[in-house]
């Protein structure tokens, strides 16, 4: 099983940045694909970015490609999503999932497990 604890959010203006990380516990993390989602305010939680177990293939939601980044620290049990450039429209409540297969599935219902998330803010 793995816990995952989000953290790094906060309010930043547009064309800002912020760093957030998730820190999972349990044996299985690097046997984990992990991916992020977020849910805006009267919105379905939609698929922003997915890493493979050895971090090394990433993949992005359009809306974001070019400005997240996706990176995991396996040693550290620890994955990460740099988010450069920030709009208005990123602000949302971002979740950190993991699943135990690897390979892509933008589908939230795919992930086993899942963090309580935390709060972006990116004001005009």
């Known amino acids: 099983q793995v816990q995952l604890v989000e953290s790094g959010g906060g309010s930043v203006p547009a064309g800002g940045s912020l760093k957030l990380s998730c820190a999972a516990s349990?044996?299985?993390?690097?046997?984990?694909?992990m991916a992020w989602f977020r849910q805006a305010p009267g919105k379905e939680r939609e698929f922003v970015g997915w890493?493979?177990?050895?971090?090394?293939?990433?993949y992005y939601a359009d809306s974001v490609k070019g400005r997240f980044t996706i990176s995991r620290d396996n040693a550290k049990n620890t994955v990460f999503l740099q988010m450069n450039n920030l709009k208005p429209e990123d602000t949302a409540v971002y979740y950190c999932?993991?699943?135990?297969?690897?390979?892509?599935?933008?589908?939230?219902?795919?992930?086993?497990?899942w963090g309580q998330g935390t709060q972006v803010t990116v004001s005009s």
């Open positions: 999932a993991a699943r135990g297969l690897d390979y892509l599935n933008r589908n939230e219902y795919a992930y086993d497990y």
């Open positions: 349990g044996r299985t993390f690097s046997r984990s694909s």
């Open positions: 890493v493979n177990r050895p971090g090394g293939n990433t």
